[in-house]
């Protein structure tokens, strides 16, 4: 059975920091996903990454995959209060379809 | 313009009632899938069609039976409401052939039972 999972899970930051959020999972996969979720919204699609040392990055957010470590991050650079949501990788198993969510991780970004 | 829409929004109602939820897609996509979120925003699959087939069931209780009347609608219905049933549906969809296979999600349905 494919896991996921994210840490942390819970994440308060100041404005301007720099941090990173971490995505294992537990099976080959070549097809990983980021979504971003609003309080009461549904799921944003950030980021596709498909091959091993992808890295794709939109404004202060970045993410890479390294398909042999099966491990992603979402690195958050100079962090601002916009960004406080709930990340979540989820990632599907080679050959199949369906997206296996991690727990998420709920960040707040402080001013 | 709505890419994945849902109905209704908010569901409220009362154990032992019946309940349909729709969705429909406007992106082409092949596959549909319906997804539940719990209490704890733990995100699972329930079900997921292939131009009309059914494709991922997952071990959801018989109580759920999802209808896909064409490959740009997928409802879910759901018999004899339990409270424990109280979730946030989400329905997606994606093009299951390409590469990417990204999944584009609905609004949300927040169902509570009481």
């Known amino acids: 059975e494919l896991k996921v999972e994210q840490n942390p899970l819970f994440l308060s930051m100041q404005e301007g920091k720099n941090y990173t959020i971490y995505c294992n999972y537990s099976?080959?996969?070549?097809?990983l996903y980021w979504y971003r979720q609003d309080p009461g919204k549904s799921l944003e699609s950030l980021f596709v990454l498909l091959s091993n040392g992808a890295v794709k990055q939109e404004g202060r957010l970045m993410a890479s995959l390294d398909t042999k470590a099966r491990l992603s991050t979402l690195h958050i650079t100079a962090a601002v209060h916009d960004l406080s949501a709930t990340y979540f990788c989820a990632v599907i198993r080679t050959s199949g379809s369906r997206l296996t969510f991690g727990e998420g991780t709920q960040l707040t970004v402080n001013p | 313009d709505t890419a994945v829409s849902q109905t209704p929004k908010y569901l409220v109602t009362q154990m032992g009632n019946d309940k349909s939820i729709k969705c429909e897609q406007n992106l082409g996509h092949d596959t549909m899938y319906w997804y539940k979120q719990d209490s704890k925003k733990f995100l699972k699959i329930m079900f997921s069609y292939n131009n009309k087939e059914l494709i991922i069931n997952e071990t959801v209780p018989n109580r759920f039976s999802p209808k896909s009347p064409d490959k740009a609608h997928l409802n879910l219905h759901i018999n004899s409401l339990e409270l424990g049933d109280s979730a946030v549906y989400f329905c997606?969809?994606?093009?299951?052939?390409?590469?990417?296979?990204?999944?584009?999600f609905g609004p949300g349905t927040r169902l509570t039972v009481l």
């Open positions: 997606a969809s994606g093009q299951a052939v390409s590469s990417y296979n990204e999944q584009f």
């Open positions: 099976t080959t996969s070549d097809r």
